[in-house]
């Protein structure tokens, strides 16, 4: 168990809290003229935020993009249901998840795990909405060059 | 650009940003120049755009 695991922990497979937890989530166009666009939602962390800008203005007038960022990670408590509570909010023809640098110490096989819940979790949204189409991103490099990531 | 994973379309954005400079396209170990994040946000959008075309989208009358 890796140093920040053990100062929260929730479960077996559940990541402890960082010491500073955040989110931010924004919509866009949910009543003008451009409601009835394609909805994309991406999710992710801090990379997502700093590009979601960047998507929304090469999209505006294509799709509607909103977007929800955060320190949480597959391994969170409750990720499950934040992921969730942003599937109920619109009916989204894509979702783009990019949510893997928060789950580093993560242990592989535990992160893996509970990727594919939220995988599962993305194709059940698929299935009772419109037909969506999920774009999953399992992680960045960083600064410091590491072996890509297993499939 | 894409590969597909489990029914999932991937965005192969490590493979975009992986063979970059680290110290002229990182600011820290993770994030990115604004240079580099322009990149990024333009190919999630070319991402996105195909997946757009895939997907069956059905929007209802009040854009939920």
């Known amino acids: 168990m890796n140093s920040l695991a053990s100062k929260c922990p929730v479960s077996e497979r559940t990541r402890g809290h960082e010491n500073v937890e955040w989110q931010t989530a924004y919509s866009y166009h949910l009543t003008d003229d451009n409601r009835n666009l394609p909805r994309v939602l991406l999710v992710g962390d801090s990379i997502c935020n700093a590009c979601q800008a960047g998507v929304r203005n090469a999209l505006e007038g294509t799709a509607n993009v909103s977007f929800w960022v955060s320190s949480c990670r597959v391994t969170s408590a409750n990720y499950l249901k934040l992921l969730s509570l942003r599937f109920s909010e619109a009916r989204f023809g894509v979702i783009h998840f990019n949510n893997g640098l928060h789950s580093l110490l993560t242990s592989t096989d535990d992160w893996a795990a509970e990727l594919q819940s939220a995988l599962s979790l993305m194709r059940s949204a698929r299935s009772h909405g419109p037909k969506s189409s999920g774009a999953h991103r399992r992680r960045l490099p960083t600064r410091r060059k590491t072996k890509r990531p297993r499939s | ?64």
């Open chain 2, 1 to 64: 650009m894409v590969e597909e994973l489990g029914g999932i379309t991937t965005d192969a954005l490590f493979a975009l940003l992986d063979p970059l400079d680290r110290t002229s396209h990182w600011t820290d170990t993770y994030h990115h120049t604004p240079e580099t994040v322009a990149i990024e946000a333009a190919h999630v959008a070319t991402a996105v755009v195909a997946a757009i075309g895939r997907a069956v989208v059905e929007p209802d009358g009040d854009g939920s």
